[in-house]
């Protein structure tokens, strides 16, 4: 009696998990029937990822090889050909005399990012979400986007001549501040570089930076404000209990995002604003690449570097989105 009990329970389980993978199978077909479209505009971007991605993942395995673009006929078998070398080129990164200096250059610039340029258009949307007037709202958008969209060739190229110690306007009206031979000198006192980096970077990107957080934003339940106004709520009270409440998640969502990206400074900006007075606080993993694996030739190097950052970056990542699970957010995934 027992046995076929048991065999019961058995066949029934088998029944209803056969009833669910048909289940799943037809919810998939059905959802794919109905959008085929989407799916189809889908496929340009799949490409993308796997080609420029995926695919030159394979090169990591550079980072464990005594990697020489001599040892094959071809690129392809040089990079599979290789002598392999373990974690001798990890190793080199982690006892080199360079590490502990780029290390201290990088989180310097990405803590300063942090701390400075990412709460920066959050503070600008919430001053645009408190403009009545439609058109002066527009218009200042418009303003504070454009910015975004200029090369950052050309941004250093201002920086240079507003801070030019001959005839940088800039510089002159310090002088005017501070008096002359005072004035800080922002291209060549290291000090200042990381502020200079942050400064472009809050210049360049925060007013691009408020469309999401605008977006996030025009979702909030205007009878919210309505009520609170009632119970005599200033704007103030409107801003803290019932605006940034709302956006909380889109916050989160962007602060892991920056969490992961501390080691990745930005490669053109730095080596733009590099100059032989500052280069001992302005190497950072990015120029470091640049200098070992394409001017030196150490490519093994070079992609071990770039494969530590990547690892680091993963693990910020995962622990971000992990804390924000913790303190009752949703997080990233």
Request: proline letters at 4%.
């Amino acid at each position: 009696m027992g046995k076929t009990t048991t065999a019961d329970a058995k066949a029934t389980a088998a029944r209803e998990k056969r009833a669910r993978a048909q289940l799943g199978h037809d919810t998939w077909r059905k959802a794919f029937t109905q959008h085929y479209w989407l799916y189809v505009l889908m496929i340009p971007g799949v490409l993308y990822m796997l080609i420029f991605n995926y695919a030159p993942m394979a090169g990591l395995i550079m980072a464990f090889e005594d990697f020489s673009p001599y040892n094959g006929n071809s690129a392809l078998e040089a990079v599979f050909f290789s002598p392999f070398s373990g974690f001798k080129n990890l190793q080199k990164l982690f006892t080199g005399p360079d590490f502990w200096r780029l290390l201290r250059n990088t989180l310097s610039i990405s803590f300063a990012s942090l701390l400075f340029a990412f709460p920066a258009p959050i503070i600008l949307a919430l001053l645009l979400n408190e403009l009545k007037s439609k058109w002066f709202k527009r218009f200042t958008q418009t303003l504070v986007y454009i910015p975004h969209f200029v090369s950052i060739v050309i941004v250093a190229v201002l920086t240079y001549q507003l801070f030019s110690t001959t005839d940088g306007v800039a510089y002159h009206l310090l002088t005017q501040i501070f008096g002359k031979g005072n004035a800080p000198d922002i291209m060549s006192d290291p000090k200042l570089f990381p502020a200079m980096i942050v400064g472009q970077t809050i210049w360049k990107e925060t007013g691009y930076g408020t469309i999401i957080y605008l977006a996030a934003l025009s979702s909030v339940d205007t009878q919210l404000y309505e009520a609170a106004k009632i119970d005599g709520a200033g704007r103030w009270q409107l801003m803290w209990h019932i605006t940034l409440p709302a956006i909380r998640g889109t916050i989160i969502l962007m602060l892991i995002m920056k969490v992961g990206a501390l080691l990745n400074t930005g490669y053109e900006q730095i080596f733009l604003m590099q100059n032989s007075m500052n280069r001992n606080v302005s190497d950072v993993f990015d120029t470091y690449i640049y200098t070992k694996g394409i001017i030196g030739g150490q490519y093994s190097l070079a992609t071990a570097t770039g494969l530590f950052k990547s690892v680091v970056s993963m693990i910020m990542v995962i622990g971000a989105n992990k804390i924000a699970k913790l303190c009752g957010e949703s997080g990233m995934y």
